[in-house]
């Protein structure tokens, strides 16, 4: 197992499944609204996010880590802002 990494790609697989996670939240907030079309886009957004975080950790296990941490922030911070919005997601 490679236990080295590059702060910059650890950094940007915390961004890149933070954003996949918020994407993952507000995709199963237009699916329960029944908002097909705002479902299919998420869903889309959701996959292409997806695709740096598994290229970087597949090829070295300890990004994992930071694929965790990502996906922590971006649920906590997609649902606080739909609990706080003002309108529902529609």
């Known amino acids: 197992m490679n ?3 590059d702060p910059l790609i650890a950094l940007g697989v915390v961004f890149a499944t933070a954003t996949t996670d918020a994407a993952y939240v507000f995709f199963n907030a ?3 609204a029944r908002r097909r079309v705002r479902a ?3 869903s889309g957004i959701w996959y292409l996010l997806s695709a740096f975080a598994v290229i970087s950790y597949t090829e070295h296990a300890i990004y994992v880590v930071f694929a965790a941490l990502g996906s922590w922030i971006g ?3 997609s ?3 739909l609990v706080r919005s003002p309108h529902p997601v529609r």
């Open 79 to 81: 649902v606080t802002w």
């Open 3 to 5: 236990l080295a990494f």
């Open 40 to 42: 299919a886009n998420w």
């Open 30 to 32: 237009a699916v329960v």
């Open 75 to 77: 649920a906590f911070l």
